[in-house]
């Protein structure tokens, strides 16, 4: 290197010129580099260990190698986190039908749901239920989940219960029983009731 005052060599290490006694001024190549912030960016362990080497001796060209490796870590972490969400979503829509809880859309394609008499058992109430039959008529295994609601002649609600069947392949028949768990009091009033279906879902493999 040359010393900036008179021109002469000087060594790379001195202080000071020994021709005209001026301080050495050194050039440092300490900058901001674009490539280690890019390195560090698509591989954050290297732009770690580039930080921790050039923190004390080259700081600029650190905190670029920091930088890239901190901005790969946040969006290698947004990107897991959409792909999670999305993962989740895309399995959802797998699993769940295309037409979801389309109540009348799986009715006229997918289920046939016929429900019989609401059997009352005078001995013993308790044992009193409504026979339902669910048929997969459209292709391939199906889930149905199915509310059904009762109706007194007054057009009050008594209340709804839940069917469900699952793994029922095409063609197949399930023969279910709903509202089961009524009390002797309500099974009375359930006797002359009118029951339908207010919601299905399917669930599609």
Not at 132 to 148: E, R, Y
Request: proline share 2%.
């Amino acid at each position: 290197m040359y010393c900036s005052n008179c021109g002469k060599e000087v060594n790379e290490m001195a202080a000071v010129c020994l021709n005209c006694g001026c301080k050495v001024e050194r050039v440092s190549d300490d900058k901001p580099s674009f490539w280690l912030a890019v390195l560090g960016f698509f591989v954050p362990v290297a732009g770690l260990v580039l930080y921790l080497v050039n923190d004390s001796k080259n700081p600029r060209k650190a905190k670029s190698a920091g930088k890239g490796a901190l901005a790969g870590v946040i969006t290698s972490v947004v990107l897991s986190i959409i792909f999670v969400v999305l993962y989740i979503f895309g399995i959802g829509f797998l699993i769940f039908s295309e037409f979801g809880n389309d109540t009348d859309v799986i009715l006229a394609k997918h289920a046939d749901v016929t429900m019989g008499e609401f059997v009352y058992v005078e001995e013993n109430p308790l044992n009193s239920s409504l026979s339902v039959t669910v048929k997969n008529k459209s292709k391939g295994t199906k889930d149905f989940d199915i509310t059904i609601e009762a109706v007194n002649e007054e057009g009050f609600r008594l209340g709804t219960d839940e069917v469900y069947v699952e793994s029922l392949k095409s063609g197949q028949t399930a023969k279910l029983k709903a509202f089961e768990e009524l009390t002797a009091g309500e099974a009375e009033d359930f006797r002359d009731a009118d029951f339908e279906i207010i919601e299905i879902y399917m669930y599609d493999y």
